[in-house]
């Protein structure tokens, strides 16, 4: 066993109690070590590339299928391995952060699926890191419960919970609580290992493997690094090839190229893609920012009956199905209303998104709210007829899927009204995440990380190119900061005198501007926010 001397990395984040300390045991650290070790030194190559293939978009390229890589497209005899028996029924998943009792409420939601999201839907401060780890090892072990006082109520797992994946934060995010050579190490690295350590035994006497969501990769060379990593620890712990199982979410424009590539990299551990929509739009907007022809309306009106997403979706589903793989639709954003009138219009509107995936041949979807099971499991029910999935779904009358589709922008309004809202989200969103929660409930919907970054991105998008709204006025710097200075009296008016001053929206509001003005577009508003962290 390594001493804590002659380990590369070391720990200097706080362990305020006997959980988190048991997390970070040594024998934790030190295969946290061994893949720190082997990987980090790949991963920066990995985002380098990313990196200069971004450039490339800058100047002036597009997005296309990989002429390197058509050997792969061409052989149409390789498959996945097959799906474990009880991953091959995913009709409803919800999503969560790694909160404790919401843990538990997801669990017990009669979704089949939970993924419970280190990464967009939780706010990566060094307690929510590791609280995390132990609600997930308590849930796996069957023992996670909590009281909570407020409500003096009591929350306990049912007995046939959904399963459990975890999503690791994305490969660009550091965790600056444990140094390797004196620089933070990557956040991925530390979810994906605490996890795999603390849960691998426990749920192999289940009959089950480690089964993760993968966010965020834009190439096959991401994909295979995850695949490496996988490897290594399946070799380590000395446990069959395979018991890893990831589902991966291709929620950025330039993987969506690269589909059949990532399924035959990790042809021995994937069993399923889904449709990371919101990430995927803020993507396209990311992707394609210096090209004026390519400019989205606004936010609100992009959904995903729009052709370039629709077209996204069907990719999806030929392409896993024709690898046997499972094809997950996306999430729908909407939370409950305790009007009725409302909730009518959120039930027609969680219907209509469904009822499309199911009829695009997707195996089952994502929905953010417990209340929302029952409706979006009905429609799956009914498509199904029984089946488990749609893997026999024919997309033969898709045809083939082109780049220009994928990238042709769509219709919609430009207006005033969006772009104040765009900042307001935002400055929720940003606000919350700072002061350590990373799933916010705002005016109707789940807002993550995801969603504040399609807001941030398209304000970017229109200042650099003087986008005109629909009543004429162009956008400049100078307007978006007369909207901002207003919506943060709105956002005054809206939470009260009291809460406005004990939060952090000004500040929020300062690096806004930052990020919405700066000549450089920064890849993620979670990295220069991430200092900011209570």
């Given at each position: 066993?390594?001493?804590?001397?002659?380990?590369?990395?070391?720990?200097?984040?706080?362990?305020?109690?006997?959980?988190?300390?048991?997390i970070?045991?040594?024998?934790?650290?030190?295969?946290?070590?061994?893949?720190?070790?082997?990987?980090?030194?790949?991963?920066?190559?990995?985002?380098?590339?990313?990196?200069?293939?971004?450039?490339?978009?800058?100047?002036?390229?597009?997005p296309?299928?990989?002429?390197?890589?058509?050997?792969?497209?061409?052989?149409?005899?390789?498959?996945?391995?097959?799906?474990?028996?009880?991953l091959?029924?995913?009709?409803?998943?919800?999503?969560?952060?790694?909160?404790?009792?919401?843990?538990?409420?997801?669990l017990?939601?009669?979704?089949?699926?939970?993924m419970?999201?280190?990464?967009?839907?939780?706010?990566?401060?060094?307690?929510?890191?590791?609280?995390?780890?132990?609600?997930?090892?308590?849930?796996?072990?069957?023992?996670?419960?909590?009281?909570?006082?407020?409500?003096?109520?009591?929350?306990?797992?049912?007995?046939?919970?959904?399963?459990?994946?975890?999503?690791?934060?994305?490969?660009?995010?550091?965790?600056?609580?444990?140094?390797?050579?004196?620089?933070?190490?990557?956040?991925?690295?530390m979810?994906f290992?605490?996890?795999?350590?603390?849960?691998y035994?426990?749920?192999?006497?289940?009959?089950?493997?480690?089964?993760?969501?993968?966010?965020?990769?834009?190439?096959?060379?991401?994909?295979?690094?995850?695949?490496?990593?996988?490897?290594?620890?399946?070799?380590?712990?000395?446990?069959?090839?395979?018991?890893?199982?990831?589902?991966?979410?291709?929620?950025?424009?330039?993987?969506?190229?690269?589909?059949?590539?990532?399924?035959?990299?990790?042809r021995?551990?994937?069993?399923?893609?889904?449709?990371?929509?919101?990430?995927?739009?803020?993507?396209?907007?990311?992707?394609?920012?210096?090209?004026?022809?390519?400019?989205?309306?606004?936010?609100?009106?992009?959904?995903?009956d729009?052709?370039?997403?629709?077209?996204?979706?069907q990719?999806?589903?030929?392409?896993?199905?024709?690898?046997?793989?499972?094809?997950?639709?996306?999430?729908?954003?909407?939370?409950?209303?305790?009007?009725?009138?409302?909730?009518?219009?959120?039930?027609?509107?969680?219907?209509?998104?469904?009822?499309?995936?199911?009829?695009?041949?997707?195996?089952?979807?994502?929905?953010?709210?417990?209340?929302?099971?029952?409706?979006?499991?009905?429609?799956?029910?009914?498509?199904?007829?029984?089946?488990?999935?749609?893997?026999?779904?024919?997309?033969?009358h898709?045809?083939?899927?082109?780049?220009?589709?994928?990238?042709?922008?769509?219709?919609?309004?430009?207006?005033?009204?969006?772009?104040?809202?765009?900042?307001?989200?935002?400055?929720?969103?940003?606000?919350?995440?700072?002061?350590?929660?990373?799933?916010?409930?705002?005016?109707?919907?789940?807002?993550?990380?995801?969603?504040?970054?399609?807001?941030?991105?398209?304000?970017?998008?229109?200042?650099?190119?003087?986008?005109?709204?629909?009543?004429?006025?162009?956008?400049?710097?100078?307007y978006?900061?007369?909207?901002?200075?207003?919506?943060?009296?709105?956002?005054?008016?809206?939470?009260?005198?009291?809460?406005?001053?004990?939060?952090?929206?000004?500040?929020?509001?300062?690096?806004?501007?930052?990020?919405?003005?700066?000549?450089?577009?920064?890849?993620?508003?979670?990295l220069?926010?991430?200092?900011?962290?209570?």
């Amino acid at each position: 066993m390594q001493t804590q001397q002659s380990r590369a990395i070391n720990v200097v984040g706080k362990l305020t109690t006997e959980q988190q300390k048991a997390i970070l045991s040594e024998p934790a650290l030190d295969f946290l070590n061994a893949l720190v070790t082997k990987f980090s030194a790949p991963l920066e190559q990995a985002l380098k590339l990313r990196r200069e293939r971004q450039k490339q978009f800058d100047a002036g390229e597009l997005p296309d299928f990989r002429k390197d890589t058509k050997s792969i497209r061409d052989d149409k005899n390789w498959k996945v391995a097959p799906i474990p028996k009880t991953l091959q029924d995913r009709r409803v998943e919800i999503t969560g952060p790694v909160d404790r009792k919401m843990v538990i409420n997801a669990l017990n939601s009669g979704a089949k699926i939970f993924m419970c999201c280190f990464e967009d839907a939780s706010s990566p401060t060094w307690e929510n890191m590791l609280d995390g780890q132990i609600n997930l090892r308590d849930a796996n072990a069957g023992t996670i419960s909590y009281y909570d006082e407020k409500k003096d109520k009591q929350y306990d797992l049912v007995a046939k919970p959904a399963q459990l994946l975890a999503r690791p934060r994305g490969l660009h995010l550091p965790e600056r609580h444990i140094e390797y050579n004196g620089q933070p190490i990557a956040g991925c690295l530390m979810d994906f290992a605490l996890y795999f350590f603390h849960n691998y035994q426990t749920r192999a006497k289940q009959g089950e493997g480690v089964y993760y969501y993968i966010p965020k990769l834009e190439s096959m060379e991401e994909a295979k690094w995850w695949d490496d990593v996988f490897r290594f620890t399946e070799e380590y712990f000395k446990v069959e090839i395979g018991t890893i199982r990831a589902t991966v979410l291709i929620e950025t424009l330039p993987a969506v190229f690269q589909m059949e590539e990532i399924l035959y990299v990790m042809r021995d551990h994937i069993v399923a893609m889904n449709c990371g929509r919101w990430d995927y739009i803020f993507s396209y907007i990311k992707t394609l920012k210096n090209h004026k022809d390519r400019i989205l309306p606004d936010r609100h009106s992009v959904g995903m009956d729009k052709p370039f997403l629709n077209a996204y979706s069907q990719l999806l589903v030929k392409t896993c199905h024709a690898r046997g793989a499972l094809a997950m639709g996306g999430m729908s954003a909407f939370i409950p209303n305790s009007d009725p009138a409302v909730m009518q219009q959120v039930l027609a509107k969680v219907e209509e998104d469904k009822n499309r995936e199911s009829s695009n041949g997707h195996d089952g979807t994502w929905v953010a709210h417990p209340k929302l099971v029952d409706v979006a499991m009905s429609i799956f029910d009914n498509k199904l007829g029984g089946q488990v999935n749609q893997m026999d779904f024919d997309s033969s009358h898709v045809g083939d899927i082109t780049a220009e589709q994928l990238l042709a922008p769509c219709e919609g309004p430009r207006n005033e009204e969006g772009l104040r809202k765009n900042i307001r989200i935002a400055l929720y969103y940003i606000e919350a995440w700072i002061s350590g929660v990373g799933c916010v409930p705002i005016y109707g919907l789940m807002e993550d990380a995801a969603t504040a970054e399609i807001s941030r991105a398209s304000i970017w998008q229109w200042i650099k190119h003087g986008v005109k709204l629909d009543d004429g006025q162009v956008v400049t710097e100078a307007y978006f900061r007369a909207l901002l200075a207003e919506e943060l009296i709105t956002i005054k008016q809206e939470v009260g005198e009291q809460r406005y001053a004990q939060g952090r929206f000004e500040e929020t509001a300062k690096m806004f501007d930052t990020l919405s003005t700066q000549d450089d577009f920064a890849e993620f508003l979670t990295l220069p926010s991430y200092p900011l962290l209570c």
